[in-house]
C-alpha cells in the first residue's frame, strides 16, 4: 500500500490531462454532432472547435465513430444513476416524471439523441447496432420496474408489460422532440398523460 501510494503521483498527471482532453473532445463532439448530425460533423470540425490539430482528436479517438460512440455512451450514462434506485423506492411512474424534469437541463444531450437515432435507423450506420440495444436495454429495464410495481400494488397490472414499456419509450421520445421543437410544452404534463393511460395507479 505504501510503495503504491508514493509512486502514485509521479504518474498521475499524464493520465489525468488525457482523461481531460479526452473529456473535452466528447465535449466539444456532443455539440458537433447535435447540429450538424454524424455525417454533417468531422473530425476536422471538433479539432478546429477545441483549438487542437487534427492529430490531438485521432491520438484518442483514431476514427469518428469510435468518437460517436463514446459520445453517445456519455449521453446515455448522464441519465441520474438513482433513477433505477429511484423506482423501487417510490415506484416507475415518479421516477420517469423527475427524469423528465432534469432531462431540461441537458438539452444537447437530448438533440444529440434524437438525431442520431434517425440517422441510425438505416442498418448501416455506425450507430445502427448501439440503438437498437439501447432499446432493447429500455424496454427490458422499464418491463423489470413494471413488473416490480404490480406487485407492490403501486398500479394496476397491464395486460402485455413489455408493449407498455415499448410504448412509454416510443411517447417519451416523441414528447422530447416535440419539446426540443416548441420548448413551451409542457413535457411534465404530457407525459403523467401517458402514464396515467399506460400505467394507471391502483385505487388504494
Same mark, same amino acid.
Given at each position: 500500500?505504501? $510503495?503504491?501510494?508514493?509512486?502514485?503521483? %509521479?504518474r498521475?498527471?499524464?493520465? %489525468?490531462? =488525457?482523461?481531460q482532453?479526452?473529456?473535452?473532445?466528447?465535449?466539444?463532439?456532443?455539440?458537433?454532432?447535435?447540429?450538424?448530425?454524424? &455525417?454533417?460533423?468531422? *473530425?476536422?470540425d471538433?479539432?478546429?472547435?477545441?483549438?487542437?490539430?487534427?492529430?490531438?482528436?485521432?491520438?484518442? @479517438?483514431? =476514427?469518428? =465513430?469510435?468518437? #460517436?460512440?463514446?459520445? #453517445?455512451? &456519455?449521453a446515455?450514462?448522464?441519465?441520474?444513476?438513482? @433513477?433505477?434506485?429511484?423506482? !423501487?423506492?417510490?415506484? +416507475?411512474?415518479?421516477? +420517469?416524471?423527475?427524469?423528465?424534469?432534469? /432531462? @431540461?437541463?441537458?438539452?444537447?444531450?437530448?438533440?444529440?439523441?434524437?438525431?442520431? $437515432? $434517425?440517422?441510425? $435507423?438505416?442498418?448501416? &450506420?455506425?450507430?445502427?447496432?448501439? @440503438?437498437?440495444?439501447?432499446?432493447?436495454?429500455?424496454?427490458? /429495464?422499464?418491463?423489470?420496474?413494471?413488473?416490480?410495481?404490480?406487485s407492490?400494488?403501486?398500479?394496476?397490472?397491464?395486460?402485455?408489460?413489455?408493449?407498455?414499456a415499448? %410504448?412509454?419509450?416510443?411517447?417519451?421520445d416523441?414528447?422530447?422532440?416535440?419539446? #426540443?421543437?416548441?420548448?413551451?410544452t !409542457?413535457?411534465?404534463?404530457?407525459?403523467?398523460?401517458?402514464?396515467?393511460?399506460? *400505467?394507471?395507479?391502483?385505487?388504494?
Open positions: 500500500m505504501t $510503495s503504491a501510494h508514493t509512486t502514485t503521483p %509521479a498521475r498527471g499524464p493520465y %489525468a490531462k =488525457s482523461a482532453r479526452r473529456a473535452e473532445i466528447i465535449e466539444v463532439a456532443t455539440r458537433v454532432f447535435a447540429s450538424r448530425g454524424y &455525417h454533417g460533423g468531422s *473530425l476536422r471538433i479539432a478546429r472547435q477545441l483549438g487542437v490539430s487534427l492529430r490531438g482528436v485521432v491520438h484518442h @479517438f483514431p =476514427s469518428k =465513430s469510435e468518437l #460517436l460512440e463514446a459520445v #453517445l455512451e &456519455h446515455d450514462q448522464t441519465a441520474e444513476p438513482w @433513477f433505477s434506485e429511484h423506482a !423501487d423506492e417510490r415506484g +416507475i411512474r415518479s421516477a +420517469i416524471v423527475e427524469l423528465v424534469e432534469v /432531462n @431540461f437541463t441537458r438539452t444537447e444531450l437530448l438533440r444529440l439523441l434524437a438525431i442520431v $437515432s $434517425s440517422e441510425a $435507423s438505416a442498418p448501416d &450506420h455506425p450507430a445502427h447496432t448501439w @440503438f437498437v440495444k439501447r432499446y432493447e436495454k429500455l424496454t427490458r /429495464n422499464l418491463t423489470t420496474m413494471i413488473d416490480r410495481d404490480v407492490a400494488g403501486r398500479i394496476q397490472p397491464p395486460a402485455d408489460p413489455e408493449a407498455v415499448q %410504448a412509454i419509450v416510443a411517447a417519451w416523441g414528447l422530447q422532440l416535440q419539446w #426540443l421543437l416548441a420548448p413551451h !409542457d413535457m411534465v404534463g404530457r407525459m403523467t398523460l401517458v402514464l396515467d393511460s399506460l *400505467l394507471p395507479a391502483t385505487d388504494d
